[in-house]
């Protein structure tokens, strides 16, 4: 169950963690681009960021949606929003609030959410009101640490107790969830990869 205890957690472990996000997580973040293409932007398009943190993805979506699309972070970190605040443009709107209590208009075309669910507390809410903000026929796109088997799975022990520190947890079934609240739902990287990428059309 989440509580409130997790969400201050959160809120302080960005405290010291955003002045050094965008120099350390590039190392093991990735597949943020084939995460933006998987949306299928076109210009004009609205989209949301969940969980957008510092804003990488930013100019990833707006170069694809131009000045005429809109796109609206996200964050439950005040820190993390500030450093997304230095690359917001006229068509960036931004909202401090908990992803799984979100109430927004479903209107997007396209919502994102990269290296968030697995640390939103409330994360099967989370997924439940993103569906809810994309139109019939919208895109909900999901980049996460997958669960590597076989012979990495050394390194993956270590590496799971390093993102448990991070206030990860990689023991959620986020295509089983996804499946649930959308129509169809395609795995663009299995779960079993370093991570996974999946794609729910609503
Ligand atoms: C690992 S960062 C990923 C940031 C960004 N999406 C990226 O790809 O760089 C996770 C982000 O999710 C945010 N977050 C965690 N729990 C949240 C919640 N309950 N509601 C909204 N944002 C949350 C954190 O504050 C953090 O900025």
């Not at 405290?15 to 597949?31: M, Q």
């Not at 510092?54 to 996200?74: A, C, D, Y």
């Not at 994309?134 to 590597?148: A, C, Y």
Request: hydrophobic share 40%.
């Amino acid at each position: 169950m989440a509580s409130e205890a997790d969400s201050r957690a959160l809120q302080r472990f960005y405290r010291w963690n955003a002045p050094i996000y965008d120099l350390t997580r590039w190392t093991i973040l990735h597949f943020r681009r084939a995460a933006v293409e998987a949306m299928r932007l076109s210009p004009g398009m609205k989209v949301l960021d969940l969980g957008c943190g510092t804003g990488l993805s930013f100019r990833l979506i707006t170069r694809r949606i131009g000045h005429e699309g809109v796109l609206v972070g996200v964050d439950l970190s005040a820190d993390m929003l500030r450093r997304a605040a230095r690359r917001q443009t006229r068509n960036i709107h931004l909202i401090c609030a908990e992803a799984g209590d979100l109430h927004l208009k479903p209107t997007f075309d396209a919502v994102l959410m990269a290296y968030s669910l697995t640390m939103i507390p409330k994360w099967e809410s989370a997924i439940r009101h993103a569906s809810k903000h994309v139109r019939e026929g919208g895109t909900i796109v999901i980049l996460d640490f997958g669960r590597p088997e076989g012979r990495f799975s050394m390194f993956r022990r270590a590496f799971d107790r390093y993102l448990a520190l991070n206030h990860v947890r990689t023991d959620r079934d986020l295509k089983g969830l996804l499946q649930q609240n959308v129509n169809r739902v395609e795995v663009l990287r299995p779960v079993s990869s370093y991570a996974t990428l999946l794609r729910g059309t609503r």
